[in-house]
């Protein structure tokens, strides 16, 4: 038991233990469009000192910094490319000079060997380079008819044209990136990766190596080579160098059968690389963004890291937008509604008792009696300022502080049905009086000498009619 337990921690810690010195991380391809936005994608490979790839690297080991974030953006999933099942893009140049005639059919049964054992999603093309650097078969991911047509290359070159070659394979890249007939691009897996099976040696290409490693580096394209020399070996070094310069792998093949063996290996490479998915914070602005890939092992000083610059889309969010909008208009419906619930019902609506019309809450008199009135009447002295003033409509006017009165008077010392006054020929009259209000009856007349006196009488015996049950306590009232 304690045996299986060790064994099982050994190889958890196998995969760290081979990040010693000269292992790298190196980033190949960032993914970010505006169809899986804001979930982005990195291919990243991970090589141990001795050149091979380090799998089994946990996910909790990758960290993704964004534009100098110090914080991590949060790394949703970590998986090789044979797992993730996205592709690659691949071109294999073939040295095609006479110099490799002599083992022709071998060359071609490892390149067939090779292209028919991709995955469904690999595309691939070839390129072979002699006198001139010909496109054998473009991208495709018919496999079978690009092996037919590798299958149809010709060793009879003179030259030997290497650099003229890889930049055929890195145009094929650039072709693709570019719009076509139907003003599209050719959608191509994001991992790529250059071939090459050569001796090494260039005779004449006029494109300069220095450019080939430029144009490579500036679009992420490692370029793996399989070293093989049926003459000297001294310029397999160059391969070597153009291999270690752009991120690819060198495989010397000094024995024919190690050709396939090299190809076996290097799909194995690139298969895998680690497709690492996280979440951006980046905004979609069209402008570079400075990304680093770490890998950080806590409790250990072991940290890899690469950086790389990525242009993020330029696009309107309008998913965003709308589901942004729907909320606050939710919101506002919402509160809407809790309004119109919770808010204090209006008070019902008041009629005059006399003319029927609608009153507004603030009247305490109707304003519509008090326009149309002949005659008023204007509080001396009791509850409300002075000469306030109420219409004197109808046949009949009631005072007092209940409801039920024409004119209602809210004073404590005034009863709930006070007075009354009966108009039959509306007079001035100077003064009246009750038992605690002063007050007087008015119309528009010339003089005070219109008003008989059996009029004053009949104003008093209606005020002295009107019951108060106060009237016995101060009878000389």
């Not at 990766?193 to 290409?205: L, P, Y």
Request: charged share 20%; proline share 5%; aromatic share 6%.
């Amino acid at each position: 038991m304690k045996t299986h337990l060790w064994t099982s921690f050994a190889a958890l810690l196998a995969p760290v233990a081979a990040l010693g010195a000269g292992a790298q991380l190196s980033i190949q391809q960032v993914q970010a469009t505006q169809n899986r936005w804001p979930h982005v994608r990195a291919y990243v490979n991970v090589i141990g000192a001795s050149g091979s790839p380090i799998q089994g690297l946990s996910q909790d080991l990758f960290r993704v910094y964004e534009s100098g974030n110090s914080d991590s953006s949060k790394v949703e999933r970590v998986e090789s490319l044979e797992a993730a099942q996205t592709g690659a893009s691949i071109v294999i140049v073939i040295q095609a000079s006479g110099a490799m005639l002599g083992i022709q059919d071998d060359i071609k049964k490892a390149v067939a060997a090779f292209v028919n054992g991709l995955a469904e999603k690999d595309q691939v093309a070839v390129v072979d380079y002699g006198e001139t650097a010909e496109i054998v078969a473009p991208f495709s991911e018919e496999k079978g008819e690009v092996a037919g047509k590798a299958a149809k290359i010709t060793f009879t070159g003179r030259s030997f044209l290497l650099y003229d070659g890889l930049a055929q394979a890195i145009q094929l890249y650039a072709a693709a990136a570019s719009p076509g007939k139907g003003g599209a691009q050719t959608l191509l897996p994001a991992a790529k990766a250059i071939i090459v099976i050569s001796d090494g040696r260039d005779n004449g290409s006029a494109t300069d190596v220095e450019k080939v490693i430029s144009d490579a580096g500036k679009r992420r394209i490692p370029v793996h080579a399989v070293a093989h020399s049926e003459l000297d070996q001294e310029s397999l070094a160059n391969l070597e160098m153009i291999a270690r310069r752009t991120g690819g792998t060198y495989r010397p093949a000094p024995n024919v059968d190690d050709i396939n063996k090299s190809l076996t290996v290097i799909k194995d490479y690139i298969n895998k690389m680690y497709v690492i998915q996280w979440k951006t914070r980046l905004d979609h602005d069209g402008k570079d963004h400075k990304i680093e890939i770490a890998m950080e092992n806590e409790g250990s000083s072991t940290s890899l890291k690469s950086s790389i610059l990525v242009r993020t889309p330029d696009f309107v969010d309008w998913l965003k937008i709308g589901i942004i909008t729907a909320v606050i208009l939710l919101v506002v419906i919402g509160g809407l509604a809790i309004y119109l619930f919770t808010r204090p019902k209006p008070p019902p609506t008041r009629f005059c008792p006399v003319c029927k019309r609608a009153q507004m809450p603030e009247w305490e008199v109707c304003l519509f009696c008090l326009k149309s009135a002949k005659a008023r009447l204007i509080m001396q002295k009791g509850a409300g300022p002075k000469g306030k003033t109420w219409p004197l409509v109808g046949k009949i006017v009631s005072l007092g502080s209940g409801p039920e009165n024409s004119i209602r008077i809210l004073d404590g010392a005034v009863s709930a049905k006070h007075a009354g006054v009966a108009l039959s020929t509306i007079y001035l009259l100077e003064a009246g009086k009750t038992e605690h209000a002063t007050f007087k009856v008015m119309r528009a007349i010339t003089t005070a000498l219109d008003v008989p006196a059996e009029s004053i009488a009949e104003f008093r015996q209606v005020l002295d009619a009107a019951p108060n049950p106060r009237r016995r306590r101060n009878p000389q009232s």
